[in-house]
């Protein structure tokens, strides 16, 4: 795939604190392996090496001495995800571990042989893609303070008005997710939601209308979404949302929370609409080797399938 270099992930300060040199060659190795993770590693065995002196910034800590030190740097840097790898079986350290933020994982951080589980690594790697978004979200938020973007065009990847990704960047995305759903053999699924008469509000009220209608809608759809789930538009009127590590039943949950969100009217300068909008569903289960182009085919057989059936229904896929 030929990446607008535009849209190139920015790079992870990625901090490795563990008294086991494999661990950190091991964390270093899955982030590497992993080509959409661009990251800066710095290993170090225990906090006592970086005291007294500035830590600088990191975006992804990952520990594996102890409760105490999660605790520590979770404190010290705030805009970090930490991750500890060694779970604690004292309660106490556990309610410290929840207070402070840390992400706690339910697992040996070590397999047979002391190499990485591919449980720790698969988090690893799906807590560093989430840290590049939030810099990429901000890097973008920055730019669109000073100059104007287009909802469709290819130089950025996120339309200024909804905070969604584009079109162009919202397909890139998918196939991204679904190669990596593919990979770590994952259940993915994919909604789309279709407004019924989006060009003809757009021709009888205008672009400043439907501007500030968007930027409404926008926000009631955020409110019911994950911060791990994908958003963007997919077309006039067409949102696209990837919905990563979810089976069929939870695509189902989110298409229900999506509905609930759209069934009030949105008012603008007086206009009320009343939302008319057609949703599909598509899922891949896990260990189940799908293409990106056949999910989204299937996915357009399926909101047209939702068109001629009865409005604010979902139709699943088969």
Not at 99 to 126: H, K, N, Q
Not at 155 to 179: L, Y
Not at 188 to 194: N, P, S, W
Request: net charge neutral.
């Amino acid at each position: 795939m030929v990446r607008n270099t535009d849209n190139i992930p920015p790079n992870l300060s990625v901090l490795i604190v563990s008294s086991h040199p494999q661990i950190g060659k091991e964390v270093r190795s899955t982030l590497e392996e992993e080509e959409l993770i661009q990251a800066q590693i710095t290993l170090i065995s225990h906090r006592g090496e970086i005291a007294g002196r500035s830590m600088g910034r990191h975006h992804l800590v990952i520990v594996d001495t102890g409760a105490e030190d999660a605790c520590w740097f979770a404190g010290r840097l705030p805009d970090a995800s930490v991750i500890l790898i060694a779970r604690p079986e004292d309660v106490l350290l556990k309610a410290s571990l929840q207070a402070s933020g840390v992400i706690d994982l339910p697992s040996s951080p070590r397999s047979s042989g002391g190499a990485l589980s591919p449980f720790i690594g698969r988090t690893i790697c799906y807590h560093a893609l989430r840290q590049q978004i939030v810099l990429l979200n901000k890097r973008i938020t920055e730019t669109a303070t000073t100059k104007s973007l287009p909802m469709y065009g290819h130089s950025t990847p996120f339309d200024p008005r909804t905070g969604w990704h584009t079109h162009a960047h919202i397909v890139d995305r998918c196939q991204e997710e679904i190669v990596r759903a593919t990979r770590y053999s994952l259940p993915i699924a994919l909604t789309m939601v279709e407004l019924e008469g989006y060009d003809e509000i757009e021709r009888k009220y205008g672009d400043e209308f439907v501007n500030e209608w968007m930027t409404l809608l926008a926000q009631r759809l955020r409110a019911v979404c994950r911060h791990c789930d994908v958003i963007g538009h997919y077309g006039p009127g067409s949102i696209l949302a990837i919905l990563t590590n979810t089976d069929v039943t939870g695509g189902k949950r989110f298409c229900e929370r999506i509905n609930q969100a759209l069934l009030p009217s949105i008012s603008v300068h007086q206009q009320t609409i009343d939302l008319v909008w057609s949703t599909a569903l598509v899922s891949r289960p896990e260990g189940h080797p799908t293409t990106p182009t056949e999910l989204l085919n299937q996915l357009e057989r399926q909101i047209d399938r939702a068109r001629r059936a009865d409005k604010r229904g979902v139709v699943v896929s088969d």
